[in-house]
């Protein structure tokens, strides 16, 4: 069974839904658990992960698509041509991670 895409890119470009909504539904409680156990302690030791540098985030990027929901990827960001790899990047990873640190920031009994 496919997953229904809640909020399109499209629709987060133009503004219709913000960058939480958008990324946020592609956050699974996998995903938010290996968050907490393995980034949270990071960044509460950074004092917040905007202290955190880029390389940080580049090591646990390609993480995030083993915890995902790859379908609703898929319908976010289709592949510009048939047989190639999807349109999601390192940076589409980078988002997902910082949308679940925020949220778990937010409630950390998630």
């Not at 890119?9 to 958008?22: E, P, S, V």
């Not at 915890?67 to 592949?79: E, H, T, W």
Request: hydrophobic share 40%; net charge positive.
């Amino acid at each position: 069974m496919m997953n229904k895409l809640l909020h399109s890119r499209q629709a987060y470009m133009d503004g219709a839904c913000t960058l939480d909504q958008f990324y946020g539904q592609f956050i699974t409680p996998q995903l938010l658990h290996m968050v907490k156990t393995s980034i949270m302690p990071a960044v509460i030791k950074a004092g917040g992960m905007e202290n955190l540098d880029n390389a940080f985030w580049d090591a646990y990027s390609n993480l995030t698509k083993s915890y995902v929901v790859k379908d609703l990827l898929r319908q976010a960001f289709p592949s510009p041509r048939e047989g190639f790899a999807y349109g999601w990047s390192l940076n589409t990873n980078i988002c997902i991670l910082k949308t679940a640190v925020r949220r778990l920031d937010a409630c950390p009994d998630l």
